[in-house]
């Protein structure tokens, strides 16, 4: 019976004599598991099916759990690694005091079955504690019914228990394979071991900067066209291995030819500065690479989330600066006062203010713009080149900007809600107009410079005859296709609006005339909905993103002290102070740790520029809030990292200090 119970108590003696290492192993997978819980659980909750508009919601929940598993198997492998390196010296001592290698084997399963039903256990209590209040936020901010009904899915809890059955199989796995493959020796000097210095690093540091390069021009370049995504995801791979290739290979380059240069490395403070420099960096690179690159999706992500949450207001303008849009055929629909009068009568009775009350008149085009010719569609074309054109009559529009233009025959005015039009001629297949004056604001629709996806080009011509001849050309009969538009802003609540839009709908479709009636209240809420649902997979990454960054410089901080302890030792022996010794492992300590944050920053810095196209492609234009948001969460970070550097730091300290130093 001793001998049976000898493995487990090993296994649960090692967790617990390790606690500084294990435990935030363990904080960490418990806190993916309850993350991957919570997900599927919301996931797999019927009421997501059944409340209104949220299939935005569930498929962006979908897309978010994807990326979450995709995130944690290879985190999560990555933080066992200094896991079992921290143990194999523990491991190499059984083995020579005899342990057999099966045993050991044994022991480790021993091992990882108890750190797999921590886990598992508290994450799914801690899920189902809280999976109803953070159900319950995602339903506020994307404002869905929040008195809907939760229920907990038992599909959820076997997914999560399968999910890190299998992250737990590949990590005990690998560590199989290199105990087995160790001898005791190896074991015991494996937790000294660093990086391996890697081959032709000349070669690869060129190669770095030569693919971070890149990486940082397609970001700045990339334009909004059908490739947008495809360049993100180039890009992103492309400074992601730059970065590495940099870190590992190009600060080594770096730090030897500094070395090289013999009457600056044998100054007084640079020989030790520089010599610790390059084994640290031979050592820690890959550490580090993960923690610019966690860093910076951090930053990324917070930036986003915090525009997106503070710019819905405005996307939903830009995209539905209006309520409610009415059309009418304009040469029947003759009783204009008649009904604005009863419109007005209407809005009084059910309580709602009309906020802005615009008309005008148009005939539309889909057309094809290639410089400045207005050619008819062509479905080959680039979308960045389709555009909608509406040609106004000049006295339409002047009673709608209360405006006062005047046009010679051959002259027009131009309106874009994207890019300005910026030429002084508009050729047309069958006519050539003068461009008088580009307007560059108007009541007809808000304008962004960076539209690209439902830009409009709105024509002011002299009059209907230029209306007339302009759309004949394209084959768009005037008598049917002259529309007279009705735009409202309303204010009121919900149901007043509601209530208000359905009676004129109905005195609406009875005037002489009537096209179409557009209540845009369920698309804005559509909106809501889908960023809403941005805003929280964003909020959950961000922290995700952050929890496995603390967790990362934890793990370096450690793997910092266990080396530096015998490093102490030796400088000492060769007689540095313990005050020079501790200013130069500390100034090296925190080169480091701050170069990370330095790469993290300038790559959040180049990605907004595709970040920002990326941006418009959701009709959030305002540039001004990223890069506000950019600067503000850079610094907040810096500040957070900086915290965080000093917390980790005391467990360095801590380490290094059991040699008396």
Known sequence: MKKKGLLPRLALNGILRNSSTYL????????????????????????????????????????????????????????????????????????????????????????????????????????????????????????????????????????????????????????????????????????????????????????????????????????????????????VFLVVMGTHFLFTSGSIAFLKRLKSNKRLYYRSGNFIAISGMIYRMKKNAASLVNICIFATMVLITMICTVSLYLGIPKIQNFMYPYDIEIEFKENVFT?????????????????????????????????????????????????????????????????????????????????????????????????????????????????????????????????????????????????????????????????????????????????TGFAQYSDYADDIKDTEVMYGGLLFIGIFFGIIFMMCLLIIMYYKQITEGFDDQKNYEIMQKVGMSDLEVKRTIKKQVLQVFFIPLAGAILHTIVGMFMVINLMAAMFFFQINLIIACTIGVCVLFAIIYGISYKRTAKAYYRIVKQWGV
């Open 335 to 511: 009783d204009k006062k008649d009904w604005q009068q009863e419109v007005e009568t209407l809005a009084k009775n059910e309580g709602v203010t009309i906020e802005s009350f615009h008309t005008y008149e148009y005939a539309r085009l889909n057309i094809v713009k290639k410089d400045d010719k207005i050619l008819i569609k062509d479905d080959k074309a680039d979308f960045r080149n389709m555009y909608q054109i509406r040609l106004i009559p000049l006295d339409s529009y002047n009673t709608l900007d209360s405006a006062s233009y005047e046009l010679e025959q051959g002259e027009v005015l131009v309106y874009s809600t994207g890019a300005d039009y910026g030429m002084n001629k508009i050729r047309f297949i069958n006519s050539a107009y003068q461009v008088k004056k580009e307007i560059k604001e108007s009541s007809l629709k808000p304008k962004a410079t960076n539209n690209v996806f439902s830009g409009m080009y709105f024509v002011i011509v002299p009059d209907r005859n230029a209306v007339e001849q302009i759309a004949a050309a394209y084959g768009v009969e005037i008598s049917d296709n002259l529309k007279h538009v009705v735009e409202m802003k309303l204010q009121g609540d919900d149901a007043q609006k509601k209530a208000f839009s359905e009676k004129l709908n109905q005195l609406s479709s009875t005037q």
């Open 24 to 235: 935030p192993y363990i904080g960490i997978s418990v806190f993916a598991m309850f993350t991957y819980f919570v997900f599927d659980i919301i996931i797999n909750n019927k009421i997501m099916t059944t409340l209104p508009r949220a299939t935005y919601a569930h498929m962006l929940m979908m897309v978010g759990f994807v990326l979450l598993g995709i995130i944690m198997v290879p985190f999560l492998y990555y933080t066992n690694s200094f896991l079992i390196k921290r143990r194999k010296k523990e491991l190499g001592l059984y083995s020579i005091l005899g342990m057999e290698k099966k045993h050991i084997g044994i022991l480790m399963l021993i091992e990882t079955l108890i750190m797999y039903a921590i886990v598992v256990i508290c994450a799914i209590v801690l899920g189902l504690l809280f999976s109803r209040l953070i159900f319950l936020l995602l339903l506020n901010l994307t404002k869905l019914p929040v008195e809907a009904s939760f229920s907990i899915s038992g599909k959820a809890i076997a997914h999560t228990i399968l999910f890190y059955a299998v992250i737990s199989a590949i990590n005990l796995f690998t560590n199989l394979v290199q105990v087995g493959k160790a001898n005791p020796t190896e074991l015991m000097s494996e937790s000294k071991k660093g990086e391996k210095e890697p081959k032709r690093i000349q070669q690869l540091a060129l190669g770095g900067v030569l693919l971070l390069g890149y990486g940082y021009y397609i970001a700045i370049s990339s334009q909004v066209d059908a490739s947008i995504f495809t360049n993100f995801f180039l890009a």
